[in-house]
């Protein structure tokens, strides 16, 4: 195909992509939510298409900017830097032209200039040092050692076993798993110095020989090399004087010194050859366990290579909470360092160091020690003490001291700050009752982060959600809402998708395709649709997804008919749901008919809330009715909506008197309202849905209390000042800048826009 041809080809896969994001969809509608992967699939097969794409795709930014089509400027965005990710090379001037462009969206509100601004870092260095994008990518994707660039990755999807079905899960158990065959650290390693010569030397890159001389390679050596390249890589785009030419001369010499001198100089050039772009290291779990998540972020942090038996750590894992150290374990030969300090103050209480055991003591070192003043023992911080669990774990098979050592008269040695060298990237597959249990699950964690901290200063986590509906909803029955459809079971993802139009392009779309790939018969041409679409998809949208969405988290507090039983405590992050509870027994039936019959169906509430405004002024309300049931829902109604309320919808039953007798009519009655109290005044019964889960439904429920969730950290903090002034009402101090609730961040990959 001749070069004007497969440009008008380009041009015309990117124009059909941009007419999908004004609701153009494709006549085919199998064809919805692949032509971005078709197009990006289609230059993976020609890598040396990949400059015509970026060419492409800059003249319509341009042309989007000139023409305010705005919604078009993310999707072309995230488009062109992932082919530039992936490109063998591209030209510095094309890299300027989109450097450029980015620079201008920074007077532009957000998401834009926050996108444009994280874009423009990248395309500089990318400029300076070509191919850091990629070697950064696969160094943390890989989780490949070097020091240059000392970044760790892992995706973990998660879903749940009783809400997909189990084609599904075994679907995509089988996909995962093929996704991390062949990718091997040697292969890797490979790929990054491959890639690193052609980005820097172009076409005067012999690939073929490259290639050649690294398989006949034994592993040593390859890792020899790539710690040069990576070396030489970051060196170049973190200096600020750095110029081009001498990076690609500096490359030239590693180039020249892995080919021998035979292929070096006969050789023939092949032309530019695509370095495949290794799949993200990802693991498939079957949620099961209410503190799972908790335990494979912990496992990702401290691997079992690097620890001990696997029956040790779990049993580690599961006294963690409990214990202020996790407990010892003999089979590493750890000491378990206690937050009660045994030490008294005196410098000559502390145990002789050996090689000071036949040292004369001089009057110098005698008098460093009468330097030492006071005596107060100081209790280690949690954090102080997680760090000398992260060191004890370090080095397995080493016996470490019982105690330890310090050289009298010297202070010790301050601890290295804690990095955020890992990133854990959460992607939820189901519908709103896989993020209920994710909410559940984020506030378990935040609280003991609080009671301890370990995570937080060492990981980053991210959080992902990927829409799957399949089979009949498990949900709530209510009178007036017989049934949940399956819109109804993806109201987070239908927000999500209303204010990022790229996710809802590649990413809702998956919402049928999954079940839909999951149950087609096995066959040679399915196992190649699933591999490649599938773990592609996810792929890109963990890596070019980095804008978060924000949802509050609700807590309710419930209380039972019962006054034996203690009121229960949970939250909700999309909906709250009541219905009026059957009567028992047949006295109760009795009167609740005689009840219907005077006031109709339902039964007599109180409601307590505080009105949401606009000037957030405090308006408290109260109003008593009678009502079959309310639903309080979470997301806005409206991607641009700034509230964050409950939309609080309740049914109340109004009686009508008129000369054919009594009637009852249902009205709606709809308020938005942050807190809100309800309570049953005639002791009757009623049944509570938190996050349209039927498992998550407690029944012979008196009174329930809904306010936002509060941040554990901001509560301990408030609580510690509370203490020290008891007359303050006011947040004072840290508190006031600490955030206050607990928020839900879930990646999209424009965030909201406005």
């Not at 298409?49 to 341009?62: A, G, Y």
């Not at 191919?131 to 943390?140: D, E, H, K, P």
């Not at 992902?464 to 049934?483: C, E, F, K, R, S």
């Not at 169906?601 to 109180?606: K, S």
Request: charged share 25%; aromatic share 6%; net charge neutral.
């Amino acid at each position: 195909m001749e070069s004007t041809e497969v440009e008008s080809d380009i041009l015309r896969r990117v124009r059909t992509l941009l007419r999908e994001l004004d609701g153009h969809h494709p006549t085919c509608q199998c064809d919805r939510g692949m032509l971005r992967w078709t197009l990006h699939k289609k230059i993976d097969q020609n890598p040396s298409n990949s400059p015509i794409l970026v060419r492409i795709l800059v003249k319509e930014l341009e042309r989007a900017e000139r023409g305010d089509f705005r919604h078009y400027i993310i999707p072309l965005l995230h488009t062109l830097m992932y082919t530039l990710i992936k490109a063998p090379c591209i030209s510095d001037e094309l890299c300027g032209r989109a450097y450029d462009f980015c620079k201008k969206l920074l007077t532009l509100p957000k998401p834009f200039c926050t996108i444009g601004l994280d874009y423009a870092i990248r395309l500089k260095m990318e400029r300076t040092a070509p191919g850091m994008l990629y070697q950064r990518m696969v160094i943390s994707e890989q989780s490949l050692k070097s020091d240059p660039y000392p970044y760790q990755e892992k995706i973990f999807i998660f879903a749940d076993p009783e809400l997909l079905s189990e084609a599904i899960c075994n679907a995509l158990v089988t996909d995962t798993e093929a996704a991390q065959v062949s990718q091997s650290p040697r292969a890797c390693m490979c790929y990054v110095i491959i890639h690193a010569m052609q980005a820097a030397l172009g076409e005067g890159c012999d690939v073929s020989g490259l290639k050649g001389s690294l398989q006949d390679m034994p592993t040593r050596d390859i890792e020899h090399w790539f710690r040069q390249v990576v070396a030489a890589v970051e060196c170049a785009g973190n200096e600020a004087s750095a110029d081009r030419g001498q990076h690609a001369a500096r490359l030239e010499k590693i180039y020249r010194a892995i080919l021998s001198s035979l292929q070096a100089g006969d050789a023939p050039l092949g032309g530019l050859q695509g370095t495949p772009l290794p799949n993200p290291n990802i693991s498939f779990h079957l949620w099961t366990e209410d503190d799972q998540l908790w335990k494979e972020l912990v496992l990702f942090l401290r691997p079992l290579s690097q620890t001990c038996e696997p029956d040790c750590l779990s049993q580690d894992l599961d006294n963690f909470e409990i214990q202020d150290i996790i407990s010892d374990c003999e089979c590493c030969e750890q000491t378990r360092f206690s937050v009660l300090s045994t030490d008294s103050g005196i410098e000559r209480d502390l145990p002789v160091v050996a090689e000071e055991l036949f040292a004369p003591c001089s009057a110098e070192t005698e008098q460093s020690r009468l330097q030492r003043k006071g005596g107060i023992k100081k209790k280690p911080s949690p954090l102080e003490s997680m760090a000398f669990l992260q060191s004890g774990c370090n080095s397995p098979g080493a016996k470490h001291p019982v105690k330890l050592q310090r050289r009298p008269g010297i202070p010790p040695a301050p601890a290295a700050p804690l990095q955020r060298l890992h990133t854990a990237r959460i992607v939820l597959l189901g519908d709103d009752r896989i993020l209920g249990r994710l909410a559940q699950a984020y506030r378990s964690l935040r609280k003991r982060e609080t009671r301890r901290v370990f995570l937080t200063p060492r990981l980053n986590l991210q959080f992902y959600y990927i829409p799957v509906v399949t089979g009949q909803p498990n949900t709530l029955a209510i009178v007036d809402h017989a049934a949940t459809g399956q819109e109804e079971l993806c109201e987070v993802a239908g927000y999500l998708g209303r204010a990022d139009p790229w996710y809802e392009s590649n990413i809702n779309t998956l919402c049928h395709v999954i079940p839909k790939l999951a149950t087609m018969p096995s066959s040679p041409s399915k196992h190649l649709v699933t591999d490649l679409f599938i773990t592609d998809v996810i792929a890109y949208y963990v890596r070019m997804g980095a804008q978060p969405v924000c949802f509050q988290v609700y807590a309710v507090k419930i209380f039972f008919n019962d006054p034996a039983l203690e009121p229960a405590e949970d939250v909700f992050l999309t909906e709250l749901r009541t219905q009026v509870q059957e009567s028992i027994s047949q006295r109760e039936l009795s009167m609740t008919k005689k009840k219907m019959t005077l006031d109709g169906p339902g039964i007599d509430l109180t409601v307590a809330y505080r009105k949401v405004v606009v000037s957030d002024r405090a308006k408290e309300l109260a109003t008593s009715l009678r009502s079959t049931g309310l639903v309080m829902k979470a997301p806005p109604a409206d991607e641009v909506e700034d509230l964050v309320c409950l939309n609080v919808n309740i049914t109340e039953i109004v009686r009508i008197n008129n000369l054919s007798g009594r009637s009852f009519s249902a009205v709606a009655n709809r308020l938005k309202t942050r807190n809100i109290k309800i309570r049953s005044t005639e002791q009757r019964p009623f049944m509570v849905c938190l996050d349209k889960d039927s498992r998550r439904t407690y029944r012979n429920v008196i009174s329930v209390e809904v306010s936002p969730c509060l941040e554990p950290s901001y509560c301990l903090q408030k609580t510690r000042t509370m203490k020290l002034s008891l007359h303050e009402t006011e947040d004072v101090g840290l508190v006031k800048y600490m955030p206050k609730s607990l928020l839900l961040p879930i990646n999209t990959f424009a965030g909201i826009i406005q």
